[in-house]
């Protein structure tokens, strides 16, 4: 009984044909980086690295905007970034620090220090007008910036290792070792939605069309929530016997996902069902053996092409084919 089963797993794994050569591709770190963005737009990234700090490229025309240091004595050490999705402001974190930066002018709008706990995951709204932080201690910190209010939401009981927030900052959904995601309001901090996983809920996105919320565990599920009634529009349908998620984003018009891996692969998805649709590779970091890269941001620049940055160093353009 467990050919027919093995066989039939082997038959749909090995149907999507994985692309490895990209339309375009530009290197942005000469020696890898440890953590990178993309705007939801698709417009800009932010990308992390030793030895040029945080470096801050417009897409479109490939060009440096702006490079930015936490501590210019020191060794850049920035693992964690978000971009707002109206594109106004960057926020970036080490493990005890986190500064806000303007993408109109590069200046800093503010900088902060943990004096506990180290810094897990962040976000930041539209217009850099509140922050979220996750810390080690399993608490989310809101921050509204106008009012310096500070909300924390202590609902999970183990760390927190991803977080995701709305465009307008009243909603924010938070993923913990405690299995379980929230989707909770950051006026009151109540729970909205709960969703229960059976391992360590490792990562989480919102889509900012307010449609959909994603959760994966550290396993091989994943899937796609109702944001309204919380109730469940898909699993992705993973074949694999483990499958861990390092950057997702969904489409404009709610109808696919994209999920970047620590393997190299981008994998595209149909929300309805959950089914994969095509599959891409990265350029492995130079001089890792075996060849491997994480890819740490993914979107969509139109509705026939997606980008990708990962630790290798490089942007690179795919091609989206719906056949």
Known sequence: MKYP??????????????????????QHVAQGSYAAEISVNGRYAAVSSVEHGVAFWDLQQNALKYQWQHTPEQDNLVFSLAISADNTHVLTADQHTFALWRTDTGQNAGFWQLDQSTVRDIAVSDEGRHLLIAKSNGVVQHITLSSGRR????GHSEKVNSVAMSPNGRYALTGSNDY???????????VIHSFSHPNRVSKVALDPQGRFAFTADSQSLARIWDIQSGALVSSLQITARQQVFSAVRFSADGQYLLTGAPTRNVVLWRVSDGKELQRWRVMPRDGSRPAGAVVHAVAFLNPTRIISESSSGYAEVWEINYD
């Open 5 to 26: 089963v093995l066989f039939a797993i082997f038959l749909l794994s090995s149907c999507t044909k994985v692309e490895t050569t990209p339309l375009l591709q530009w």
């Open 151 to 154: 909300l924390e939401f202590m």
């Open 180 to 190: 379980q995601a929230y989707l909770w309001d950051t006026d009151s901090a109540q």
